[in-house]
T-cell receptor
């Protein structure tokens, strides 16, 4: 079952904040976040493990609530380089990673 | 350090022709290996994954197949391509469960 992301698209001005949500109907053991620039392969941002943890990397952070089977990615003070499509990926008890529906983020000057 | 090689970068093939895409990983042992496909403007669809030599799990029934003849080699094949096989094919590796996926640069396949 593919995780559902919301919103589908976000348009920001530089310096604005955004939140991307990822929701699954299945029990999760971990959530990954990736960013893909147009025409390129996805790049790993962070992984959150079961335990309700939060992580941060520069001005990008994420939270994971395994009880609600949800994760959120927080982008603070967005930069032009943040533009791209963001995918969450979820793992259950197997080694396969299923990606979400994707959220397209555009940051303008 | 670990690297992943995927080739070719682009490919144009006629309908009904065979396909072979190869992916190799260096600098790690016994990785999990994955093939994903991305249709234009769409998400990442898991096609196959492998946790060891000769162990292939298929996620989507279709006219594609995968093989892992060596520990760090993953091959995606088709005997007869369909128009719907067009897309961006991505190979990836990880170190077991709950580890980041590292992607190759991808192969852009156009079936004409």
């Amino acid at each position: 079952q593919q995780p559902v992301q919301s919103p589908q698209a976000v348009i920001l001005r530089e310096g604005e904040d955004a939140v991307i949500n990822c929701s699954s109907s299945k029990a999760l053991y971990s959530v990954h976040w990736y960013r893909q620039k147009h025409g390129e392969a996805p790049v790993f941002l962070m992984i959150l493990l079961k335990g309700g943890e939060q992580k941060g990397h520069d001005k990008i952070s994420a939270s994971f609530n395994e009880k609600k089977q949800q994760s959120s990615l927080y982008l603070t003070a967005s930069q032009l380089s943040y533009s791209g499509t963001y995918f969450c990926g979820t793992e259950g008890t197997t080694d396969k990673l299923i990606f979400g529906t994707g959220t397209r983020l555009q940051v303008f000057p | 350090s670990q690297t992943i090689h995927q080739w070719p970068a682009t490919l144009v093939q006629p309908v009904g022709s065979p396909l072979s895409l190869e992916c190799t990983v260096e600098g790690t042992s016994n990785p999990n290996l994955y093939w994903y496909r991305q249709a234009a403007g769409r998400g990442l669809q898991l096609l196959f994954y492998s946790v060891g030599i000769g162990q292939i799990s298929s996620e989507v029934p279709q006219n594609l197949s995968a093989s892992r003849p060596q520990d760090r080699q993953f091959i995606l094949s088709s005997k007869k391509l369909l128009l719907s096989d067009s897309g961006f094919y991505l190979c990836a590796w990880s170190n077991r469960l709950n580890s980041p996926l590292h992607f190759g640069n991808g192969t852009r396949l156009t079936v004409t």
